[in-house]
């Protein structure tokens, strides 16, 4: 007795070391706790980076699909020095998800008609190109050294609305190449032809890239991974952002484990339509079974193709279909079978008799 004991208190002086010796941020609450500023959204982690970039199109009833329109809708309410148009994403370490966060918010805000223009602004290990499949020779780089005029530079990125710049050739000072004048006017010119432009921007920890690009823009937005980051790095972080005097309109938690698929199942009219009362699932079997969740995401692929079509041939999506939301799936009505009566040849007649009409029919 006195052993098992023993035993409960080990393990939980055990659990509670490793809860005060794990500085990571797990949780929104963590983030908050870090710092005052304000936290805009929280994405739950995806299978893949290429499939994680693409979540608004492949799966637009996804849990993270709904949690960039929450961003979104975030984001219309925050105030932008000077009227700019222009937003930087950042993180703290490589690796956090930035790219895949600043593609997924690009592609929600062109869905809700807004004129976007995504700038990858990562002159070091540029990804936006590969990620979106497209041409990465020239771009931002080109830009800057008056090689190219922008309607030159610009690529459509499949979705309507939506255009990118892709980072161009890695030059041999990043820095120097971001702070100049030639990159405020690009911005400038920018913000005069679309609605909003984003800036997939360095990590800032290891180099000064977003920090000096922080000075030209509207506003900053930091990107934390779940589980990754540290409170005293990501703290560094946003100190590096202080001393510039940047403007930090918000931050946003990525990869967030365990984030309950049910909080966002009756966001949207399709949804609805699909998941049925808040809570419940819709009868898409078709024998009166309730379906997963899951389930009901898979039977809407074929409502999402009258929203989405795809080109001939990388299969990349062209724009939003303007179609009318997919009606409820129609439930079955059930076949109520007539009680045995104990005789195998009295059962089979009354059951003759009662198909006989059908039967006749056909």
Same mark, same amino acid.
């Given at each position: 007795?006195?052993?098992?004991?023993?035993?409960?208190?080990?393990?939980?002086?055990?659990?509670?070391?490793?809860?005060?010796?794990?500085?990571?941020?797990?949780?929104?609450?963590?983030?908050?706790?870090?710092?005052?500023?304000?936290?805009?959204?929280?994405?739950? =982690?995806?299978?893949? =980076?290429?499939?994680?970039?693409?979540?608004?199109?492949?799966?637009?009833?996804?849990?993270?699909?709904?949690?960039?329109?929450?961003?979104?809708?975030?984001?219309?309410?925050?105030?932008?020095?000077?009227?700019?148009?222009?937003?930087?994403?950042?993180?703290?370490?490589?690796?956090? #998800?930035?790219?895949?966060?600043?593609?997924?918010?690009?592609?929600?805000?062109?869905?809700?008609? +807004?004129?976007?223009?995504?700038?990858?602004?990562?002159?070091?290990?540029?990804?936006?190109?590969?990620?979106? #499949?497209?041409?990465?020779?020239? #771009?931002? @780089?080109?830009?800057?050294?008056?090689?190219?005029?922008?309607?030159?530079?610009?690529?459509?990125?499949?979705?309507?609305?939506?255009?990118?710049?892709?980072?161009?050739?890695?030059?041999?000072?990043?820095?120097?190449?971001?702070?100049?004048?030639?990159?405020?006017?690009?911005?400038?010119?920018? =913000?005069?032809?679309?609605?909003?432009?984003?800036?997939?921007?360095?990590?800032?920890?290891?180099?000064?890239?977003?920090?000096?690009?922080?000075? @030209?823009?509207?506003?900053?937005?930091?990107?934390?991974?779940?589980?990754?980051?540290?409170?005293?790095?990501?703290?560094?972080?946003?100190?590096?952002? +202080?001393?510039?005097?940047?403007?930090?309109?918000?931050?946003?938690?990525?990869?967030?484990?365990?984030?309950?698929?049910?909080?966002?199942?009756?966001?949207?009219?399709?949804?609805?339509?699909?998941?049925?009362?808040?809570?419940?699932?819709?009868?898409?079997?078709?024998?009166?079974?309730?379906?997963?969740? =899951?389930?009901?995401?898979?039977?809407?692929?074929?409502?999402?193709?009258?929203?989405?079509?795809?080109?001939?041939?990388?299969?990349?999506?062209?724009?939003?279909?303007?179609?009318?939301?997919?009606?409820?799936?129609?439930?079955?009505?059930?076949?109520?079978?007539?009680?045995?009566?104990?005789?195998?040849?009295?059962?089979?007649?009354?059951?003759?008799?009662?198909?006989?009409?059908?039967?006749?029919?056909?």
């Amino acid at each position: 007795m006195l052993g098992a004991v023993l035993a409960s208190l080990a393990g939980i002086a055990t659990a509670l070391v490793r809860s005060l010796l794990n500085t990571r941020i797990r949780s929104v609450e963590d983030l908050q706790g870090a710092t005052d500023r304000t936290v805009l959204g929280a994405i739950p =982690s995806s299978r893949g =980076s290429e499939q994680a970039s693409r979540v608004l199109i492949e799966n637009p009833y996804s849990v993270a699909a709904e949690a960039y329109r929450e961003l979104r809708t975030n984001l219309q309410f925050i105030k932008l020095v000077e009227n700019r148009r222009s937003v930087l994403v950042t993180s703290s370490l490589p690796g956090e #998800g930035k790219s895949t966060a600043t593609i997924n918010l690009a592609h929600v805000l062109a869905m809700s008609g +807004e004129r976007v223009l995504l700038i990858d602004g990562d002159l070091r290990s540029p990804s936006v190109h590969k990620i979106l #499949g497209l041409e990465g020779d020239a #771009g931002l @780089t080109t830009l800057l050294i008056g090689h190219a005029e922008m309607d030159e530079i610009v690529q459509s990125a499949g979705v309507d609305g939506l255009d990118v710049i892709a980072a161009g050739a890695i030059p041999p000072n990043p820095s120097e190449s971001l702070g100049s004048p030639a990159m405020a006017e690009i911005l400038a010119k920018a =913000s005069q032809r679309y609605d909003v432009v984003l800036i997939d921007a360095p990590p800032l920890l290891p180099v000064t890239d977003a920090a000096v690009l922080s000075q @030209t823009v509207g506003g900053v937005l930091v990107v934390a991974q779940s589980e990754a980051v540290r409170r005293a790095e990501f703290e560094r972080a946003l100190a590096k952002l +202080e001393n510039v005097d940047a403007n930090v309109v918000g931050l946003v938690l990525n990869r967030v484990r365990g984030l309950s698929s049910s909080q966002y199942a009756y966001a949207s009219p399709e949804a609805r339509a699909l998941v049925g009362p808040v809570g419940q699932s819709a009868d898409t079997s078709g024998n009166g079974e309730r379906a997963s969740f =899951s389930q009901v995401l898979t039977d809407s692929e074929v409502q999402e193709k009258r929203f989405y079509a795809h080109s001939d041939g990388g299969g990349e999506y062209q724009g939003v279909l303007r179609a009318s939301p997919p009606s409820r799936p129609a439930r079955r009505a059930a076949v109520r079978r007539p009680s045995s009566s104990g005789d195998p040849d009295a059962d089979a007649e009354n059951e003759f008799e009662r198909l006989g009409g059908r039967r006749s029919e056909r």
